[in-house]
């Protein structure tokens, strides 16, 4: 079955400090994969996207995420947190035939002033 | 510019009582539609989707169903509401492209369900 799994659920940083949040895969096809950001009382923004090409891709805030095909891995990285980061994450997968997706359980972060 | 709108933002509802979510987008045509629901701790759960009107898919049996009345205009109901259809419903579109293809999906504001 499909599945998108993300191994943190809860994440406590200082700022300043580095953020990587997994995230893993379950899908027989080709993906495209996502980050979305809810901060607390927004809407569900995109972080990042990959589609095809370069693994690394550069999203909004100085995010960043790797595609590690062989691992089936897309996690996000930000090498330096803010305060204003602290929000709940989530990994989506999804065939781009039919637009839909597939999310993993969320990651909040906690960034302390 | 394309912007999604959910009402209400927040509803409480006794159990047994009929439901009506609604979903409209503008600045957009034949969009792809997307109800979802969000629970803590569970990410998100996509329920319905539908790629034009009167089509509609349902990707888990539950005790909702959808409706697609007009291009833009996407409803979420229920006849009799239960306790476990609490929870936070997100109403998303995406664009298709002239290839066919999919990418990624826009998000309105939610609806804040309580079930008592």
């Known amino acids: 079955a499909q599945s998108v799994s993300q191994h943190n659920h809860h994440v406590i940083l200082s700022e300043a400090a580095s953020l990587e949040l997994g995230c893993n895969y379950s899908?027989?096809?080709?993906?495209?994969l996502f980050w979305y950001v809810q901060y607390p009382g927004q809407h569900l923004q995109l972080l990042l996207k990959y589609f095809s090409g370069d693994p690394l891709v550069k999203g909004i805030k100085g995010f960043e995420a790797e595609f590690i095909k062989s691992k089936f891995s897309f996690n996000l990285r930000k090498p330096s947190v803010q305060w204003s980061d602290t929000a709940e994450y989530f990994c989506?997968?999804?065939?781009?035939?039919?637009?839909?997706?597939?999310f993993g359980q969320g990651t909040t972060l906690q960034v302390k002033p | 510019s394309q912007t999604i709108h959910q009402w209400p933002a927040t509803l409480v509802q006794p159990v047994g009582s009929p439901l009506s979510l609604e979903c409209t987008v503008e600045g957009t045509s034949n969009p792809n539609l997307y109800w979802y629901r969000q629970a803590a701790g569970r990410g998100l759960q996509l329920l319905f989707y539908?790629?034009?009107?009167?089509?509609i898919s349902s990707e888990v049996p539950q005790n909702l169903s959808a409706s697609r009345p007009q291009d833009r205009q996407f409803i979420l109901s229920s006849k009799k509401l239960l306790l476990s259809d609490s929870g936070f419903y997100l109403c998303?579109?995406?664009?298709?492209?002239?290839?066919?293809?999919?990418?990624?999906?826009?998000f309105g504001p939610g609806t804040r369900l309580t079930v008592t």
């Open positions: 539908s790629v034009g009107i009167g089509q």
């Open positions: 998303a579109w995406s664009v298709i492209e002239l290839t066919g293809a999919i990418y990624e999906q826009y």
């Open positions: 899908y027989g096809g080709t993906v495209n």
């Open positions: 989506a997968v999804g065939p781009s035939n039919t637009g839909k997706l597939i």
